[in-house]
């Protein structure tokens, strides 16, 4: 049998303490997927949104190029509107692949904190468990008997 | 209001190390040194870097939400 030296209640707290941890911070990384998901979508919905507006704004170029006025039109709003649209709809996507970078970067560290959480940290709170046993029956055995 | 998932995380982990104190306060042992060289180390110095990262992460992504409001 071990010997340990320690407060009993103090031991059973920091067992129950790190078995709320595992489930908290199981919440907080699924909250972080989470959170890498909406941002995607997000900017996905963005650049799709852009990427219809610049269409619209193309045609609208087109549409006054093609004018059948005699003089030639003056197209310059609708091809500074095409401009603005495209700087925009550039701006989305160059976001959208630093996001994907590094949500990409931060895949592995997060992987092995899961691991940590789904295989060392029980691995822990049954080490621990078996020193608060251990801890319990050294006390249930009358002085003088050890 | 919802919180940041790192700011939760940081709070939890501040949580168990205040547990952790509390239990090293009178477990002074090998076996004290031994868990606390094999678990409890690795694991708040793998939590902070992890919730470092996920800091981090967020970060970007505020920034691009707010990078890409016209």
Do not use: N
């Amino acid at each position: 049998m071990i010997k340990v030296h320690a407060d009993l209640h103090a031991l059973k707290g920091f067992h129950e303490a790190l078995v709320r941890f595992r489930y908290a911070q199981r919440d907080v990384a699924e909250r972080g997927r989470d959170e890498i998901e909406v941002t995607r979508a997000s900017l996905a919905a963005k650049a799709s949104r852009w990427q219809a507006r610049l269409e619209q704004c193309q045609a609208e170029l087109d549409a006054c190029r093609a004018g059948d006025g005699e003089e030639a039109a003056d197209c310059s709003a609708y091809a500074r509107a095409v401009e603005l649209t495209s700087e925009r709809l550039e701006h989305v996507r160059r976001w959208q692949q630093r996001v994907d970078l590094e949500a990409a970067e931060f895949g592995g560290p997060a992987s092995a904190y899961l691991d940590l959480l789904e295989v060392d940290l029980p691995r822990a709170e049954s080490q621990l468990l078996a020193i608060i046993a251990s801890l319990e029956a050294a006390r249930r055995v009358p002085a003088g008997e050890t | 209001m919802t919180t940041r998932p790192d700011r939760d995380g940081d709070e939890q982990l501040s949580l168990l190390g205040t547990a952790w104190e509390a239990a090293a306060q009178h477990w002074q042992d090998e076996v004290a040194r031994q868990f606390d060289a094999d678990h409890w180390t690795p694991l708040a110095q793998r939590s902070r870097a992890y919730l470092g990262a996920l800091g981090t992460l967020l970060d970007v992504l505020e920034t691009a939400e707010r990078e890409t409001e016209f």
